[in-house]
């Protein structure tokens, strides 16, 4: 008999939050219906203690650095993350060793008076931590002001009940797995907001060396689901941006000519909305981390270099680029910022649509 199929005793580690011990308990359940004991031992985050913005903490890797010291200690045998969360460098001694079945992966809208987004109207403020939902809907040329949050899924929908703010933009997966999709008002169209890389999937991390753990966990791994995640953060370490940088990505497995095949979509913007590149690619489901590496390499070409920090870029082409002419044209367009909007920034969303997505097929 193989090792994996021996019953184990598990320890797991997890952050202390509602929704983190939610998506362990699932992973948790399912490793005992196959005979294994696990037990949950939570592990303190600085992300889970600390009021200050995820940008300024150094992005959503926060949340995984204490998991992976405890794992590295040998103080749990393996850990359950949002893969969202989880930088793309990979961490010496430990291996993602499976990625379940991926929930729904859109973003959506938590509302005051159910409203959809269209119905929030100009001057309405919406409150999300991130760059990358304030990038694309300010792309969108509504209007809408915005407010930097913080806080748990219960913190972030009270502040529009309570009238602080007009709506929130949260991941409908962490909302499907509390069961609360009762307050959504409205899913967002991937057209107009792709999700983060790795939404709505969570990564099963062990120690490497730990042949036994690994063989017991392999058994979740869904190969569709791992094939959509490499793709998307293949773009994302290929455009060496942060898990915070204002970068959306969606791959789908999808029905091709000759088969089934990876259709991956990808965003990258600024936070004052004036920059809003969309590109996508169709390629081959074994050829997932190559096809993240190509549409990355078509959106550096086509003008996402230019958004990144000065000593960052490479030198220069003679004459003005397809985004300088962008930002020439907007930057006169912009509407004052609505009372409540945050930031140093412009967050109020020139008055334009979005220019029209490109596809190609990788070859």
Known sequence: MSTATSPLTLRL???RSALATTQSSWVADRLRALGHTVDLVTIVTEGDTSTESLASLGGTGVFAAALRRALLDGEVDFAVHSLKDLPTSPEPGLTVVAVPGREDPRDVLVASGGRTLGELGEGAVVGTGSPRRVAQLAALGMGLGFKDIRGNVDTRISMVHDGALDAVVLARAGLARLGRLNEVTEALDPLQVLPAPGQGALAVECRTDDTVTREALAVLD????????TAERALLAALEAGCSAPVGALAEVVDGEDGLELSLRAFVGSVDGAVDLRRSLVGPVTDAESLGHRLAAVLL???ADLLRGP??????ADGPSAVDAIREHTADSWPPDPAGANGTHPLAAPDRRPEHDSTERAT
């Open 301 to 303: 070409e086509d003008g």
């Open 13 to 15: 580690g997890t952050r």
């Open 311 to 316: 000593e960052e870029r490479p030198p220069a």
């Open 222 to 229: 869904d190969a569709d689901t791992r094939a959509c995640v």
